[in-house]
């Protein structure tokens, strides 16, 4: 067991922290930050409003990530969207979203320390996910600037396309880390 904090879930682990090969990268994003937005059962007008006044672009379609500057905001359910970007600029929006949420029905959760994040790359990426994680991963399906949540073995987990290299982004809660990372060594050791 580990304790929260920022300290890699994987640091006393003794499998490799990096998987490298010509066809597939994974690797463990230590500088990631996340925050949750929330604001269930209001109006979507006032979901408008409040978008207008934080100055960002939410996006209202399920599974769909919208960038805002340093950060991306993916809406994984109606009226609740996952902010990632690198630790300082997840701060840096949470501080200036923090000033106007009072005045609405709205939540902001900080996660970065609770969560964990993988990046999932090359042109065996989508070979790797799909051996552990029921998503149709199929670039007409699944392609950049689409998130979705689903379970990688028998964990749930967030999974954003992040590119089309294709670059996946995988994040699960801190205490999920080790196993989801031993899934994605196994899978991405059968794809080299």
């Not at 300290?7 to 010509?22: G, R």
């Not at 600029?89 to 970065?112: M, R």
Request: glycine share 6%; charged share 20%.
């Amino acid at each position: 067991m580990f304790e929260l904090g920022g300290q890699s879930p994987l640091a006393n682990n003794n499998s490799p922290q990096q998987v490298s090969h010509e066809e597939i990268s994974i690797r463990e994003e230590t500088s990631l930050g996340v925050a949750k937005l929330v604001t269930r059962c209001i109006a979507p007008k006032s979901i408008d409003a409040f978008a207008r006044k934080a100055n960002i672009t939410l996006p209202h379609k399920t599974n769909v990530v919208a960038h805002a500057g340093a950060v991306d905001i993916a809406c994984v359910a109606p009226g609740e969207w996952l902010i990632i970007g690198a630790k300082k600029s997840v701060e840096n929006f949470e501080a200036d979203l923090s000033l106007i949420i009072e005045s609405f029905t709205a939540l902001l959760l900080p996660l970065t320390y609770a969560r964990s994040s993988f990046v999932i790359s090359g042109k065996g990426a989508r070979q790797v996910l799909s051996a552990v994680c029921p998503l149709d991963l199929h670039p007409t399906v699944f392609s950049t600037e689409m998130c979705a949540r689903s379970l990688l073995g028998d964990v749930g987990v967030f999974i954003q396309q992040v590119n089309d290299q294709p670059e996946f982004r995988v994040i699960i809660e801190q205490p999920d880390a080790s196993y989801v990372w031993r899934l994605l060594y196994d899978a991405g050791e059968a794809v080299i």
